[in-house]
């Protein structure tokens, strides 16, 4: 299946490059581009793409402000695509707010080309959640700076089982399905599972949600050795 793709980017250059790159690829195809986070929401809305790559700082309207209105549509708007950020490291609490309003991840505007192709491929797939230990850091980072309040989040941990917590935390901590799996001898296809039940349990979109919660739910703590 082809992976439909918009880029939303106020340097022309950037759109071009990631274009060209990503158009070579036999399953992507870039179908639209914007040079601001509103003409993105718009083109986002008309040609209904899988991934979107939003930028964070545009002018008209922000890429944190654009994924939040594409993540929570209005009532009558259904499609919700997966937004991928497209940042640097001296913008952290940016990309911590984007992910908790459900962007899938983030990628450094200066990664290998072979990054933003797998960025695009791993993010369509619903994985989400690019490079989990650089994550996980920022993320914690954050939370150290700024703590969120915990007192719901913990309590909606008392709905999972003590098998679905312990992925939970394993996740927040940067582990792969791989790792997970090796780590509570269990089958790769069993924690897949688990996942989803927690996905579903705490009605969140991916795994970089995940993150979020658990942190702010005091499940895992910055600092906490992984």
Known sequence: MTIRV???????????????????????????????????????RTVHPDVVLMDVRMPELDGLSAARELLDPPPGVVHRP????????????????????GASGFLLKDAPPADLIAAV??????????APSVTRRLIADFVRQRPAPRKDPALRL??????????????????SNQEIAAHLVLAEQTVKTHIGRVLGKLDLRDRAQAVIFAYEAGLVRPGDAT
């Open 82 to 101: 997966k937004v991928l950020m497209l940042t640097t490291f001296d913008i952290d609490d940016y990309v911590y707010e984007a992910l908790r309003a």
């Open 121 to 130: 491929r791993v993010v369509a797939s619903g994985e989400a959640l690019l």
């Open 158 to 175: 008392n709905g999972l089982t003590p098998r679905e917590t312990e992925v939970l935390e394993l996740i927040a901590r940067g582990l």
């Open 6 to 44: 918009i880029i939303v980017d106020d340097q022309a250059m950037v759109r071009a490059g990631f274009a060209a790159l990503l158009s070579a690829q036999p399953d992507i195809d870039v179908v639209g581009e914007a040079p601001d986070g509103r003409e993105g929401v718009r083109v986002s």
